[in-house]
């Protein structure tokens, strides 16, 4: 059975500043993909960023980048440069490639509060 | 532009009435997912779909079933609600099984009394 792992329920940083939220997952999938999503207090869900496991580069998306060791099973999201916009919920999730696994599946979670 | 809605976005009902809770995505996409969110869980999966007459169970399925007719429509019902179905519904959906991001919508806040 796959599983993502948010060991983080808070996280703080001052505005400028570097922040890495972990991930850990678990999957007997060969092949796979991970992604993060940021929930502002609004509620909605922003997609912002995606690592496949044969990728043979760490993904990065502007200020974010993903940290991935697969041997670690590790998929951490760095933000460069936090901004009090970047206060919100952060969502790591995984989907497997077969029939049974393509929904995504998430862990529970991380708050991140940015000040000034 | 294309885009998934969900309605009602609050809705208070009483324990053992029968609630659903629309999806509609007009970006014709085969496969569509039902979530819920509670503080502590994350979001877990409820019911999924990966095109028409197609319904498959997620992690916490029970008392809650979906239905597929068109692409477009996936609604959610709870046939007799529950205290424990307190929650925050998501709807999201997604191209196909190889390409990788869900589009969700603004999400459902149910509230059973």
């Known amino acids: 059975a796959q599983k993502i792992t948010q060991t983080q329920p808070g996280m703080f940083v001052q505005e400028k500043e570097a922040v890495t939220l972990d991930c850990t997952y678990d999957?007997?999938?060969?092949?796979?993909?991970l992604f993060w999503y940021k929930q502002p207090s609004s509620g909605e869900m922003i997609f912002l960023i995606y690592q496949g496991s044969y990728d043979q580069q760490n993904a990065t998306e502007g200020r974010y980048s993903l940290n991935f060791q697969k041997a670690r099973k590790s998929a951490n999201l760095v933000i460069s440069a936090s901004q009090l916009g970047d206060s919100a919920m952060y969502f790591c999730a995984m989907r497997g490639f077969n029939q049974a696994g393509t929904a995504l599946i998430f862990g529970k979670g991380t708050t991140l509060s940015v000040s000034s | 532009d294309a885009e998934i809605t969900q309605s009602p976005r609050h809705k208070i009902t009483e324990t053992g009435r029968q609630v659903t809770l629309a999806c509609h995505q007009t970006?014709?996409?085969?496969?569509m997912f039902w979530y819920r969110q509670d503080l502590g869980h994350g979001l877990r999966l409820i019911h999924y779909?990966?095109?028409?007459?197609?319904?498959n169970k997620g992690e916490v399925s029970d008392g809650y079933s979906v239905s597929r007719s068109n692409t477009e429509d996936l609604p959610l019902t709870l046939e007799s609600a529950a205290s424990s179905q307190t929650s925050v519904y998501f709807c999201?959906?997604?191209?196909?099984?190889?390409?990788?991001?869900?589009?969700f919508g603004e999400g459902s806040r149910l509230t059973v009394l």
């Open positions: 779909s990966y095109g028409v007459q197609d319904t």
């Open positions: 999201a959906s997604r191209q196909g099984e190889n390409t990788g991001e869900l589009f």
């Open positions: 999957t007997s999938d060969p092949s796979y993909g």
């Open positions: 970006w014709n996409h085969n496969n």
